[in-house]
């Protein structure tokens, strides 16, 4: 067994320092630290290798069926890593690289592993010391400062697209692409909308007067929230920001835009760097996220998010971040919409004004897996449950396949398709024309359309267009 150095870990795992006491647990590197407690959480239970078709995880273990891409198997891998079994530089092993390859972060594991394995966390931290020992492509790269990409590509305005057509329209130009950089010809790339939200909205919303009616009751006092418009939905489908603006101030709320204090670039919650395992670029988001958050969580006002990959960066990985109470503190008062649209309800302090004698209409929705990790699915059938005459139906799937950079990869490509054809896009592809088909995430929505052929919005759109 080679020796390997004390590891300095870039996430904070100071939360499984009790883990691991007695024989049980004989089984922890003595190297490692707390990092190595919680690869030991995995006890080999094996459930992340079912083959039931409900549930989330393990995507990649579903598409592939070899237990070698299953968390049990990565947990294993990491396990080794920091016993010495790779070598003096267990990060840089091929092993190691083989074991983490297909994980797609969903969270699956961290909701549905009898001990909770947070799978995600432990590969970005994995990740991380790779790229403290070995430079990242500039593919990863692109990836990881997407928020920044996008802003810098808009100032091109016309030409960024014109290149893009360009890369569609002439195959040798997208395989050149991928050769080159390792993004797949086969995948059409997003493109920015015409403009920014955060560059043409106000910082607040007023609240629409809410209708009249002889027999409702008063109508609550106004309040007001906080609307945080993630970097995918501000440069790339910003008129889901406007429908959840509609919405919002349709049931008389005052609608606050979450904005930098620094006036410099827009808030990014630092999703597309974790993933990539740029930790400390992810910690420098995150701390100007809450330098901006935190006043308005103070005063009381609730922040409200749509992209469930971003928002729920806020109450999840940014306690391993390491930013102290006020982390914990912005986390308690972040909701997805559904989340806090549903508690309203709950709360008999929602007021929406939708039609009633609106046509019956149906529509089928496909699950974000961070909505499925965190326990949101239940919140958005309760708030489309409240549409006059709208009938819905969820899909039974696991990971759309795409996980956010993962399916523009070349060498994913096929994998990813393969999670898509597991359930997704079949049921998509037998869905009536007529038929909505919603999916709150940016990276679902991308997967639909190009392995199904069928365009789906988040459920916010279908909120709007039942309004009064």
Request: proline share 6%; net charge neutral; glycine share 8%.
């Amino acid at each position: 067994m080679s020796h390997i150095q004390k590891v300095r870990t870039h996430l904070d795992w100071s939360a499984y320092e009790s883990y691991g006491a007695g024989d049980a647990y004989a089984h922890i590197p003595a190297t490692g630290g707390d990092y190595a407690k919680a690869t030991a959480v995995c006890i080999g239970a094996r459930q992340c290798q079912g083959t039931s078709p409900k549930g989330l995880m393990c995507p990649s273990f579903r598409a592939t069926a070899d237990v070698a891409h299953s968390t049990q198997a990565r947990a294993a891998a990491l396990r080794a890593a920091l016993d010495g079994e790779y070598g003096a530089e267990p990060f840089l092993a091929p092993q190691l690289a083989e074991a983490m390859d297909l994980c797609v972060g969903c969270k699956g594991c961290k909701r549905e592993c009898p001990n909770g394995v947070d799978m995600a966390a432990l590969r970005t931290e994995a990740l991380a010391q790779r790229r403290e020992r070995e430079p990242a492509s500039t593919r990863d790269k692109w990836f990881a400062n997407f928020p920044e990409m996008a802003a810098q590509a808009r100032k091109f305005g016309p030409l960024h697209g014109f290149a893009l057509t360009l890369r569609e329209k002439l195959p040798f130009v997208a395989r050149l692409v991928e050769q080159r950089f390792g993004i797949a010809a086969q995948r059409p790339l997003p493109r920015l909308a015409p403009s920014a939200f955060l560059d043409r909205s106000p910082s607040v919303y007023a609240p629409a007067a809410l209708p009249a009616a002889a027999d409702a009751p008063a109508a609550p006092a106004l309040r007001e929230v906080v609307l945080l418009v993630d970097s995918f939905t501000n440069q790339l489908d910003p008129a889901t920001a406007d429908a959840a603006v509609a919405v919002l101030t349709a049931a008389g709320y005052v609608v606050h835009i979450a904005r930098a204090l620094d006036g410099a670039a827009p808030l990014c919650c630092g999703r597309t760097a974790l993933s990539g395992g740029f930790v400390e670029r992810a910690r420098e988001h995150a701390s100007r996220m809450l330098d901006a958050l935190e006043p308005m969580v103070d005063r009381g006002l609730p922040v409200l998010g749509l992209e469930p990959s971003c928002l729920l960066m806020l109450r999840d990985e940014y306690h391993q971040l390491g930013l102290g109470a006020r982390s914990q503190k912005v986390a308690k008062n972040t909701w997805l919409l559904e989340e806090f649209l549903a508690r309203e309800h709950d709360g008999k302090r929602l007021k929406i004004p939708f039609k009633t004698d609106a046509a019956p209409r149906k529509a089928v929705v496909h699950g974000h897996c961070h909505q499925k990790a965190f326990g949101a699915l239940k919140a958005m059938r309760k708030v489309l449950g409240l549409v006059p005459n709208l009938e819905v139906e969820f899909i039974e799937s696991s990971c759309c396949g795409m996980a956010g950079s993962f399916g523009y990869e070349a060498e994913h490509y096929d994998i990813s398709m393969k999670m898509g054809e597991l359930a997704l896009l079949p049921a998509v592809r037998a869905t009536p024309a007529e038929t909505e088909v919603i999916a709150n995430g940016t990276s679902c929505r991308s997967q639909i359309a190009d392995g199904a052929q069928r365009s789906s919005r988040h459920f916010v759109h279908t909120l709007k267009d039942a309004l009064a």
